[in-house]
């Protein structure tokens, strides 16, 4: 326990999957945490769920307006910013063929300038404290080795890798403390994961488990929280511009056999 004791965090898209279990680790860890989503209901019941240590604020991440209210409330609430985690993410089916132009811009505008506007402005906050900081961006597999049937998010999650290392080399030239890395995850059982495999909405927990199975096993929300624990802990202090594989060696090639 206490391994972030006292680190205000931003994790965004944490009304549910990924994020929600991101924001519940890092409490349990002694941070205080903003939570953001665009899903009011479900984003101010995790914030209920921690209790005093953690705020709601609805938040789109493609808004630079709205990125700015969420630094600003990270501050005044809790007097600083140490992490931020850049989970908020969206996925579209579609082929470089298939998929619309509005369709690969609205997913950039999420996956992409999310994560940049979330950067660009966390940095100086982070700065001001002066005790450094850590900056986590959800990227993907997708961004290593591409995958035909997500043409646009595919795009997005390699911007989202590239730009990772862009401002990590940016902190490390500054000499602020401040480290960022990306976690690349293979299938996690999330509500998203669900919505894109089977086109429903909404989804029971024993549904969501169903996309797990033995040939193409899925990981748990919480084995993500895992890793971003670790990064936002000083326990990573030496961590920075990496490429955090969470996948069971799905992208592991191995040699072909003579």
Same mark, same amino acid.
């Given at each position: ?12 898209? =944490? !009304? ?6 991101? *924001?519940?680790?890092? %409490?349990?860890? #002694? +941070?205080?945490?903003?939570? /953001? ?104 597999? =997708? !961004? ?6 997500? *043409?646009?998010?595919? %795009?997005?999650? #390699? +911007?989202?890798?590239?730009? /990772? ?94």
């Amino acid at each position: 326990m206490g391994r972030v004791e006292g680190k205000v965090c931003i994790v965004t898209g =944490a !009304a549910s999957g990924m994020g929600r279990a991101d *924001a519940i680790r890092l %409490a349990k860890e #002694g +941070a205080k945490v903003v939570i /953001t989503d665009l899903n009011e209901r479900d984003g101010q019941a995790v914030a209920d769920e921690i209790g005093a240590n953690a705020v709601f604020v609805k938040h789109d991440v493609s808004s630079e307006a709205d990125w700015q209210r969420v630094i600003a409330t990270a501050v005044d609430t809790f007097g600083r910013l140490d992490v931020l985690v850049n989970n908020a993410g969206m996925m579209v089916l579609g082929s470089v063929v298939d998929c619309s132009l509005e369709d690969y811009q609205k997913v950039m505008r999420v996956n992409s300038d999310g994560v940049f506007l979330g950067c660009k402005y966390a940095i100086p906050a982070m700065e001001a404290c002066g005790n450094g900081g850590s900056i986590i961006n959800m990227s993907s597999v =997708a !961004a290593l080795h591409g995958m035909s049937f997500v *043409a646009a998010y595919s %795009a997005s999650k #390699g +911007a989202v890798a590239s730009l /990772t290392k862009s401002v990590a080399l940016f902190c490390r030239e500054r000499r602020n403390g401040i480290r960022c890395n990306s976690i690349h995850p293979d299938g996690v059982k999330t509500p998203m994961v669900y919505k894109v495999a089977t086109g429903q909405e909404t989804a029971t927990r024993e549904e969501i488990e169903s996309l797990s199975t033995e040939a193409s096993p899925m990981c748990e929300p919480e084995d993500i929280a895992a890793l971003v624990l670790y990064l936002a802990s000083d326990e990573s202090s030496f961590v920075n511009a990496a490429e955090m594989l969470i996948d069971n060696a799905a992208t592991a090639t191995p040699p072909v056999s003579m």
